[in-house]
């Protein structure tokens, strides 16, 4: 099966402090990719990062960071010292060794000022 | 940057119309494909078309739905009779092939209303 889990629906914290949404995915293929995406309330979806499963090293972009663990199959991801524009609702996808992308649930991080 | 747009951003239809909507992907991209967000839920796959066909459609991309590219740009999704629970938000999406064009990049979506 190929599935991905966000076990958090909401989530709510002041402006400045850290926080990880996660991420558990499942799938039996050995190449897949994994995807986060952010969906603020204007609705689009914004490419956040990809990782392909041959490539553990986490990464950090500006305040963004990913810790891939194909240990746990988690792919969580951390904002740190949150503001008020990363409102938004998150999703978390994985792509198979195919065409066909499953996202998770989504999570909808508020930041409150 | 080249984006994916989506025509029209709304869509308001009376039960049992036909629409059509409208997608031009990345004009270097191969791959295109199409989801549907209901409100307030995830994003589900319908269906990837690559060199002129479908390559992968999902449960819910059934005989009412089709998809085209009639010209080297566009990319078209056809709901041929809507029904109530086919309003939803829809997006296109088209990536490249291989290494970073794994990355499926999104249109900012067609909202479709069905009255």
């Known amino acids: 099966a190929q599935k991905v889990t966000q076990a958090q629906t909401e989530i709510s914290v002041v402006e400045k402090e850290d926080v990880t949404l996660d991420c558990v995915y499942e799938?039996?293929?050995?190449?897949?990719?994994l995807f986060w995406y952010k969906q603020p309330p204007s609705g689009e979806l914004v490419f956040l990062i990809r990782?392909?499963?041959?490539?553990?090293q986490n990464e950090i972009s500006g305040r963004y960071s990913w810790n891939f663990q194909k240990s746990t199959s988690s792919f969580n991801f951390t904002i740190t010292a949150s503001q008020v524009v990363d409102s938004a609702v998150y999703f978390c996808?994985?792509?198979?060794?195919?065409?066909?992308?499953?996202f998770g649930a989504g999570t909808r991080l508020t930041v409150k000022p | 940057e080249p984006e994916v747009t989506q025509t029209p951003s709304h869509q308001v239809t009376q039960m049992g119309q036909e629409v059509i909507l409208r997608c031009v992907p990345i004009?270097?991209?191969?791959?295109f494909y199409w989801y549907r967000q209901i409100l307030g839920q995830k994003v589900e796959f319908l269906v990837s078309?690559?060199?002129?066909?479908?390559?992968?459609k999902s449960e819910i991309f059934d005989d009412q739905f089709s998809v085209e590219r009639p010209d080297g740009s566009n990319f078209t999704l056809k709901i041929r009779s809507t029904k109530l629970e086919d309003s939803a938000m829809y997006f296109c999406?088209?990536?490249?092939?291989?290494?970073?064009?794994?990355?499926?990049?999104f249109g900012p979506g067609t909202r479709l209303l069905v009255l």
């Open positions: 999406a088209s990536r490249g092939a291989g290494g970073a064009a794994e990355t499926q990049y």
């Open positions: 799938t039996r293929d050995t190449t897949y990719y």
């Open positions: 990782r392909n499963s041959f490539d553990e």
């Open positions: 996808a994985l792509r198979p060794n195919n065409n066909d992308m499953r």
């Open positions: 004009s270097n991209h191969l791959y």
């Open positions: 078309f690559y060199n002129n066909e479908i390559s992968e």
